[in-house]
C-alpha cells in the first residue's frame, strides 16, 4: 500500500521529486522557474509516508555502511594525491627559481608556456584536438613548427627538473616554469591552478600555424583572428602583449631583429638579438612607454607591436597600461591565468591551487 501511495504521490507532483523537467530532454530545468525550487504542498496520504520510521534490514545496512566507507576512502585518497602533486609541484618552483638564478632564462620560460597553450581553439570541444595546455610542445613534431625555433633549449632546461619530479605533467611543468619566470622578474603573483594532463604521443600534436605571427600584413586583423580563435579579447591581447618587455628577438630563429645591441650584446646569458626594452629581464611597463614613444632605435618594434598604438580599440588598453602599472599587473596576472589554462584537462577536475 505504502508504495502505492509513494507512485501516485509521484504522479500527483513530480517537481517535488526532481528539480529538472521532462520538457527539458535531459537539460536542467530554466533557473527562472521558480516552482522547481520551492517548497510543493503534498496530498495528507504524505504524512503517514513521513511518519513512517526507516528501517533498514541488517544486510542493507551492512551495504549502506560499506558504500559510505568506499567513498570516504576514495576521497581521501583523492585528497592524498593532491597533496602530494602540490608537494612535487612546490619543490619544482624552487628549482626552476634557482635555473633562472644561474641561466636568466625567464624569457624562453615564458615563450614555452604560452607556445603550448596557445594553440587551442574553442570552436574545437574534444580533448585533445582542440590544442591547449597539454603539454605536446615536448615532441619534435611541434617542437620543429616555425614560430617554436628555439623552444628546443627551453625544453632542454626544464628537462632535469621533470626527471626529478616524474609525477608532474609536462603541461603543468611548461605553465608553472612561465608563471615562476614572470614573478622571479619582479611581475605579478599569477592566480595558477594545477593538475593538467599530458598528451601520450605526437599524432596528438596541434597542425602549425596556430601561433601569431609577428609581421603580418594587417597586424591588428591578425592578431585578432588568432587571439580571438582561443577565446581572448581585445583587452587580453594587449595586455598579453606587454611581456615582451622580457627578452630578444634573435634574427636566427624568427627574421626580426638585429643581431646585437647596446643592452644585449654582453648579455646577460647567451649575448645578441635586439630586446623590446632596455632592461630586458625586468618585468614592468616599460614595453607599453617605449612602444609608444619610439625613440630608441636599439629597441625593437615589431608591425604587431606598433599596431597597439594604432587600432583605436588597442590603442586604449595600450595608453592605460603605459601609464598605470599596476593596473597592467592586475589585469596581466589574470590574463596570463586564463592563458594557461587554455584547452586543459585536469586531474582533480576543478585542478588544484599551490597557495592557499
Same mark, same amino acid.
Given at each position: 500500500?505504502?508504495?502505492?501511495?509513494?507512485?501516485? &504521490?509521484?504522479?500527483?507532483?513530480?517537481?517535488?521529486?526532481?528539480?529538472?523537467?521532462?520538457?527539458?530532454?535531459?537539460?536542467?530545468? *530554466?533557473?527562472?522557474?521558480?516552482?522547481?525550487? &520551492?517548497?510543493?504542498?503534498?496530498?495528507?496520504?504524505?504524512?503517514?509516508?513521513? *511518519?513512517?520510521?526507516?528501517? #533498514?534490514?541488517?544486510?542493507?545496512?551492512?551495504?549502506?555502511?560499506?558504500?559510505?566507507?568506499?567513498?570516504?576512502?576514495?576521497? %581521501?585518497?583523492?585528497?592524498?594525491?593532491?597533496?602530494?602533486?602540490? *608537494?612535487?609541484?612546490?619543490?619544482?618552483?624552487?628549482?626552476?627559481?634557482?635555473?633562472?638564478?644561474?641561466?636568466?632564462?625567464?624569457?624562453?620560460?615564458?615563450?614555452?608556456?604560452?607556445?603550448?597553450?596557445?594553440?587551442?581553439?574553442?570552436?574545437?570541444?574534444?580533448?585533445?584536438?582542440?590544442?591547449?595546455?597539454?603539454?605536446?610542445?615536448?615532441?619534435?613534431?611541434?617542437?620543429?613548427?616555425?614560430?617554436? %625555433?628555439?623552444?628546443?633549449?627551453?625544453?632542454? &632546461?626544464?628537462?632535469?627538473?621533470?626527471?626529478? !619530479?616524474?609525477?608532474?605533467?609536462?603541461?603543468?611543468?611548461?605553465?608553472?616554469?612561465?608563471?615562476?619566470?614572470? @614573478?622571479?622578474?619582479?611581475?605579478?603573483?599569477?592566480?595558477?591552478?594545477? +593538475?593538467?594532463?599530458?598528451?601520450? +604521443?605526437?599524432?596528438?600534436?596541434?597542425?602549425?600555424?596556430?601561433? $601569431?605571427? %609577428?609581421?603580418?600584413?594587417?597586424?591588428?586583423?591578425? #592578431?585578432?583572428?588568432?587571439?580571438?580563435?582561443?577565446?581572448?579579447?581585445?583587452?587580453?591581447?594587449?595586455? &598579453?602583449?606587454?611581456?615582451?618587455?622580457?627578452?630578444?628577438?634573435? $634574427? @636566427?630563429?624568427?627574421?626580426?631583429?638585429?643581431?646585437?645591441?647596446? !643592452?644585449?650584446?654582453?648579455?646577460?646569458?647567451? $649575448?645578441?638579438?635586439?630586446?623590446?626594452?632596455?632592461?630586458?629581464?625586468?618585468?614592468?611597463?616599460?614595453?607599453?612607454?617605449?612602444?609608444? @614613444?619610439?625613440?630608441?632605435?636599439?629597441?625593437?618594434?615589431?608591425?604587431?607591436?606598433?599596431?597597439?598604438?594604432?587600432?583605436?580599440?588597442?590603442?586604449?588598453?595600450?595608453?592605460?597600461?603605459?601609464?598605470?602599472? @599596476?593596473?597592467?599587473?592586475?589585469? !596581466?596576472?589574470?590574463?596570463?591565468?586564463?592563458?594557461?589554462?587554455?584547452? *586543459?584537462?585536469?586531474?582533480? $577536475?576543478?585542478?588544484?591551487?599551490?597557495?592557499?
Amino acid at each position: 500500500m505504502a508504495a502505492q501511495r509513494l507512485a501516485a &504521490l509521484h504522479a500527483a507532483a513530480p517537481s517535488a521529486f526532481s528539480s529538472t523537467s521532462s520538457a527539458s530532454h535531459g537539460r536542467p530545468a *530554466a533557473r527562472s522557474s521558480t516552482t522547481a525550487l &520551492l517548497p510543493v504542498a503534498l496530498p495528507r496520504a504524505s504524512a503517514t509516508l513521513r *511518519a513512517a520510521p526507516s528501517r #533498514l534490514l541488517p544486510q542493507e545496512a551492512k551495504a549502506a555502511g560499506s558504500g559510505r566507507s568506499v567513498m570516504c576512502m576514495a576521497s %581521501a585518497s583523492a585528497s592524498a594525491a593532491v597533496a602530494s602533486g602540490a *608537494a612535487e609541484l612546490k619543490a619544482a618552483r624552487e628549482d626552476i627559481r634557482e635555473l633562472l638564478k644561474t641561466t636568466h632564462c625567464h624569457p624562453i620560460l615564458v615563450r614555452l608556456g604560452w607556445h603550448d597553450s596557445g594553440t587551442y581553439d574553442k570552436n574545437i570541444k574534444e580533448w585533445p584536438q582542440r590544442g591547449g595546455a597539454n603539454g605536446s610542445l615536448r615532441f619534435d613534431v611541434e617542437l620543429k613548427h616555425g614560430a617554436n %625555433a628555439g623552444l628546443v633549449n627551453a625544453l632542454k &632546461l626544464v628537462q632535469p627538473i621533470k626527471d626529478k !619530479y616524474p609525477n608532474i605533467s609536462y603541461a603543468d611543468l611548461f605553465q608553472l616554469a612561465s608563471a615562476t619566470a614572470i @614573478e622571479e622578474a619582479g611581475g605579478p603573483k599569477i592566480p595558477m591552478t594545477y +593538475g593538467r594532463i599530458d598528451v601520450t +604521443g605526437p599524432e596528438q600534436c596541434p597542425p602549425e600555424g596556430k601561433l $601569431p605571427d %609577428a609581421g603580418p600584413s594587417a597586424p591588428a586583423d591578425h #592578431l585578432r583572428k588568432v587571439f580571438y580563435r582561443m577565446g581572448l579579447d581585445d583587452k587580453e591581447i594587449v595586455v &598579453l602583449s606587454g611581456a615582451h618587455t622580457l627578452g630578444r628577438s634573435r $634574427p @636566427e630563429r624568427s627574421g626580426w631583429g638585429k643581431p646585437e645591441t647596446k !643592452y644585449t650584446k654582453n648579455g646577460p646569458g647567451a $649575448p645578441g638579438g635586439q630586446s623590446w626594452t632596455a632592461e630586458w629581464l625586468k618585468f614592468d611597463n616599460s614595453y607599453f612607454k617605449e612602444i609608444k @614613444e619610439k625613440r630608441d632605435q636599439d629597441l625593437l618594434v615589431l608591425p604587431t607591436d606598433a599596431a597597439l598604438f594604432e587600432d583605436p580599440t588597442f590603442k586604449v588598453y595600450a595608453e592605460k597600461y603605459a601609464e598605470d602599472q @599596476e593596473a597592467f599587473f592586475k589585469d !596581466y596576472a589574470g590574463a596570463h591565468a586564463k592563458l594557461s589554462n587554455l584547452g *586543459a584537462k585536469f586531474n582533480p $577536475p576543478e585542478g588544484f591551487t599551490l597557495d592557499g
